[in-house]
């Protein structure tokens, strides 16, 4: 049973853990028969809700994020699985060595604070605090501690510096047209073409097999990715897709074909020895050179794929349409990232519902005397 006993001036915690076994623990001098019966109480409380462990056993974070990241491996994907080792190794020094049940709210939003005091980007340090949060989560889980304290810290809040670092650059046709136009090699102004009028990923464009397009349905098949040099399965069910591609696009990849050469591993884009691009290579060699060639903005690949996104919103295409080609996988994730697209304004559509409603070119209106009378529009 547990209890408190004195002995040579000091309380002593007298108990058994979760696991059966005998804890001892001499309280420091000074310590009041209260305040011992509260630190009995604590343990009491930890070991009904298996979460005890003694202070010699009890890990630092840096120990549980060494086995979180053990955990994860089987799971993920080996690049993301990089992604989170390196945040691990190169971020959190400030409470790596801090025992897990001693890291707080407090400490928590102390270390934000030095993160933004060091001008690290918001990107970054959200990446970094969905993988505290993951760790902590992590320990809750295997009753290291009782509660997670990133649930409740202070988040970085957004900036007007950070909006402005942040914002999409999206190309109008007439500059869509002049990259092209600047693009002098066949294969690169095709691919361009292709990201732009499908809004693909990148990883998914140097991924593809001429077996994914079909010429005679023009359809383009996503089923891989290439990415850090592997080829992978898409993340989500939803980026396995089919894309519809216009007749222009289906003409330049019909003339790619026949001007380009064969490779074993049947790649649409494929560099001179027939491997897939290396997205660096790719982006400093051809990307860039085109852009400066064509005085545009220096926007990333990826705005290509915003370009695509954008226009079809202003062409007034749907949420579900525009989710499937971009490959989300759920409208909930096309609205988060293109809301700022969406008309918010329509004269046009309420006088369809208008017409919808009352038909032909006026209706009747009741007036305050029950009176019927007809208002032409």
Request: proline share 3%; net charge positive; hydrophobic share 40%.
């Amino acid at each position: 049973m547990a209890c408190i006993r004195k002995r040579r001036g000091h309380w002593v915690i007298d108990c058994y853990d979760q696991q059966g076994k005998r804890y001892r623990k001499a309280l420091k001098e000074g310590t009041t028969k209260k305040a011992a019966h509260e630190a009995l109480l604590d343990i009491e409380q930890r070991i009904a809700r298996q979460s005890f462990l003694p202070e010699k056993r009890i890990p630092t974070f840096k120990e549980v994020a060494k086995d979180w990241l053990e955990h994860k491996k089987p799971n993920i994907r080996a690049t993301t699985w990089e992604m989170y080792e390196s945040l691990v190794q190169n971020h959190f020094a400030e409470i790596k060595q801090i025992k897990i049940n001693m890291i707080t709210i407090a400490t928590i939003e102390k270390w934000i604070a030095t993160c933004q005091g060091e001008a690290m980007s918001l990107g970054t340090l959200r990446k970094l605090l969905v993988t505290l949060n993951q760790i902590m989560a992590y320990a809750v889980r295997n009753r290291l501690i009782d509660n997670n304290p990133v649930m409740n810290a202070e988040r970085p809040r957004k900036t007007i510096d950070d909006d402005r670092l942040g914002k999409t650059i999206v190309l109008n046709p007439e500059q869509i047209k002049a990259l092209l136009d600047n693009t002098k090699n066949q294969q690169y102004k095709t691919l361009f073409l292709l990201a732009v009028m499908t809004g693909a990923r990148q990883g998914e464009i140097l991924g593809l097999k001429w077996k994914d397009v079909d010429f005679e349905r023009k359809q383009l098949h996503i089923s891989r990715t290439f990415n850090h040099g592997r080829f992978f399965a898409p993340k989500t069910k939803g980026s396995i897709r089919t894309i519809h591609l216009s007749p222009a696009v289906i003409r330049e990849l019909a003339k790619w074909k026949l001007a380009s050469t064969p490779n074993e591993q049947d790649l649409v884009f494929a560099n001179n020895v027939g491997k897939p691009i290396d997205a660096g290579n790719l982006i400093a060699h051809h990307f860039k050179p085109a852009l400066k060639a064509a005085k545009l903005p220096d926007i990333r690949f990826h705005d290509l794929r915003h370009c695509h996104a954008s226009m079809l919103f202003e062409q007034g295409e749907s949420i579900t349409y525009i989710q499937h080609r971009l490959g989300h996988a759920n409208p909930s994730v096309t609205l988060s990232v293109y809301a700022h697209y969406i008309k918010t304004e329509n004269q046009d559509a309420i006088c369809k519902l208008e017409n919808t409603i009352f038909g032909g070119t006026g209706h009747k209106m009741v007036t305050n005397d029950g009176e019927a009378k007809v208002s032409n529009v």
